[in-house]
């Protein structure tokens, strides 16, 4: 099983090595040849297209073998990002039609490989092993996002936009062999019904689960005030109060995933009882949406970027853990579509979140505003708290048997 997580872990490293150099490439060449304008439609339509789908794409992990799924995705991926570069990622002539079908076919295919790549763990891990191994997958995205985006900007310096796609092409061929390294993984769900009803009956399921109807309705109602504040909030408090420059940007915005490591990095050092309890789950999630609001109160760039650091490693431990909820709360024929539910919450949200903190700015200052979103996430975690002590909704977390199939 340590070869298959590691084939898994490299596979995914890669694969988001890609995207971050993808969307740098995408970003830098429209920009120049088209400006911000007809940036923003194909960023939009690809965003639209992979929310859309990314709840089928969950029904898809459930129905089908998802080693298979996982090969053919990053195959399709690769010919689609190769083809462009080949074509010479040209922003003359006919080529605009082809962006735009591009960021139509980036959507589909995220939508059915974000659901696929978050329940594959469970599958090539031992129980005992998962909160270690969702633990990596965290230091991996937190560093590729990290790092990533200098990396595309490099390739792009070095060898244009095409250089670089050709680059992120190659990169998601290996990416696709490496999967070959996992178990084939047969579709767990035998009875045949429509796609609708398969979705359909996730969402049942999540709404009746003791725990799942407690943490991700929860989790959804925090991240609409936060994500905003991650995306928007946070560059107006830069630019407006703390008069901070794009390089007094980069150090604020860069703080919180920096702090985010350092807090998975920590989390074998976080008490047993924070790994299998919900109710302290979401007081880990308080701390950090408390340090989020108190950013606000800062007035210079050293005290906000200490004090939204300390909002990110808050956030490392408790979001490791609720990664691993999602995995052992469900049985196999359930993974892909709880996962793609709780994705759907993250994608789905960010958009209206950025949009509302947008708007909001215009009529209060920016600092009140972080302020107001922090304490906002703080209540609906504390209710979170409230709602994990009574009855049966998921004080702790028995371990259920082994999900990983024979």
Not at 255 to 281: C, D, E, K, R
Not at 349 to 359: F, H, K, M, T, Y
């Amino acid at each position: 099983m340590k070869y298959a997580f590691q084939s898994l872990f490299m596979s995914q490293l890669l694969s988001d090595a890609g995207d971050q150099i993808v969307l740098i490439a995408i970003s830098w060449t429209l920009a120049q040849g088209y400006g911000g304008g007809f940036l923003g439609l194909v960023l939009a339509i690809w965003a639209i297209t992979r929310g859309f789908l990314l709840m089928m794409g969950g029904v898809v992990a459930d129905r089908y073998n998802r080693r298979t799924i996982s090969l053919l995705t990053g195959l399709v991926l690769t010919a689609s990002i190769l083809g462009v570069a080949g074509l010479g990622a040209s922003t003359t002539g006919p080529f605009r039609w082809i962006w735009l079908t591009l960021a139509v076919l980036l959507g589909v295919l995220d939508g059915i490989r974000i659901p696929i790549a978050g329940s594959l763990v469970p599958f090539v891990v031992e129980r005992t092993n998962l909160i270690h191994a969702n633990r990596w997958m965290q230091l991996r995205e937190w560093g590729t996002a990290s790092i990533g985006p200098a990396l595309g900007g490099g390739l792009m310096a070095w060898s244009g936009g095409r250089g670089a796609l050709l680059i992120a092409g190659l990169v998601y061929m290996v990416s696709a062999i490496a999967i070959l390294g996992i178990p084939s993984m047969p579709s767990v769900q035998r009875v045949a019904q429509s796609s609708w009803l398969d979705l359909r009956e996730g969402l049942l399921y999540v709404v009746h689960n003791d725990r799942l109807h407690v943490l991700l309705p929860t989790f959804a109602l925090a991240n609409l005030f936060v994500l905003g504040v991650f995306s928007v909030g946070i560059v107006l408090f830069a630019h407006t109060i703390l008069r901070a420059g794009p390089l007094g940007l980069g150090l604020l915005a860069g703080s919180f995933s920096v702090g985010m490591a350092i807090g998975v990095i920590l989390v074998p050092y976080v008490p047993q009882v924070f790994h299998h309890s919900l109710l302290h789950l979401f007081g880990l999630f308080v701390l950090s949406d408390v340090m989020l609001a108190l950013v606000g109160l800062t007035h210079s760039l050293i005290s906000a970027v200490i004090v939204y650091g300390m909002s990110g490693l808050l956030a490392g431990p408790p979001a490791t853990f609720y990664r691993t909820w999602l995995q052992v709360v469900p049985p196999p024929e359930f993974l892909g579509r709880v996962s793609s539910i709780a994705r759907a919450i993250s994608f789905g949200l960010e958009p209206a979140s950025a949009a509302i903190v947008g708007a909001a700015s215009r009529v209060i200052t920016t600092n009140v505003l972080i302020l107001i979103a922090g304490g906002c996430a703080t209540l609906i975690d504390v209710s979170g708290m409230f709602r994990s002590r009574s009855g049966r909704s998921a004080k702790t977390l028995h371990a259920p048997t082994d999900h990983r199939p024979e």
